[in-house]
Antibody, heavy 122, light 108 residues
């Protein structure tokens, strides 16, 4: 069974940093491209970042470019999101999501974790 | 950036009735469109990709249609478990991938 389990969320002050993790199981993690998608409280979905299976290709939304860094450790079956210079508008549930297509580009997502809540507030 | 617009924002439907949700793209996305269902407190679930291909496990009462800029998600006979928020997402032009604002399907 495919499982994605996020962790690392919490309350952080504006300007602070946080590192999210996503532990994957039930599939060959190293063969799949991965994404982070977020959802502000009561709002819709926003794609945040994409990483290819070999780390060679990475994309970011403009809203997080230069502040967030996506990475992965295929040996540990884990995906990460390093978030720096956090702002109030980064407050959201952060989901890791498996890319279904495998075309070295972000496509659509066939499995999602349960999410981890990040709250940026003083 | 491609803007995805969903309508209506809320759809009130009685169980057993048909529901049709719309999604419009600000420019053509070909058939590179997906639909997701999200229930309260849960992660989104993939229903449709390629505008009309049902994802594994998606019930046959869900069908997708359209291409270019106009898309629909149809639920042929609403079941109690179908009351949720539905999102469309384009993956034709990126970054960024973009989602619609969602349509909430509620019980009439």
């Amino acid at each position: 069974e495919v499982q994605l389990v996020e962790s690392g969320g919490g309350l952080v002050q504006p300007g602070g940093s946080l590192r999210l993790s996503c532990a994957a199981s039930g599939f060959t993690f190293s063969s799949y491209e991965m994404n982070w998608v977020r959802q502000a409280p009561g709002k819709g979905l926003e794609w945040v970042s994409y990483i290819s299976s070999s780390h060679s290709t990475i994309y970011y939304a403009d809203s997080v470019k230069g502040r967030f860094t996506i990475s992965r450790d295929n040996a540990k079956n884990s995906l990460y999101l390093q978030m720096n210079s956090l702002r109030a508008e980064d407050t959201a549930i952060y989901y890791c999501a498996r890319d279904a297509a495998g075309y070295l580009a972000p496509y659509y997502f066939d499995y999602w974790g349960q999410g981890t809540l990040v709250t940026v507030s003083s | 950036e491609i803007v995805m617009t969903q309508s209506p924002a809320t759809l009130s439907v009685s169980p057993g009735e048909r529901a049709t949700l719309s999604c419009r793209a600000s420019q053509s996305v070909s058939s590179n469109l997906a639909w997701y269902q999200q229930k309260p407190g849960q992660a989104p679930r993939l229903l449709i990709y390629g505008a009309s291909t049902r994802a594994t496990g998606a019930p046959a009462r869900f069908s997708g249609g359209g291409s270019g800029t106009e898309f629909t998600l149809t639920i042929s006979s609403l079941q109690s478990e179908d009351f949720a928020v539905y999102y469309c997402q384009q993956y034709n032009n990126w970054p960024p991938l973009t989602f619609g604002g969602g349509t909430k399907v509620e019980i009439k």
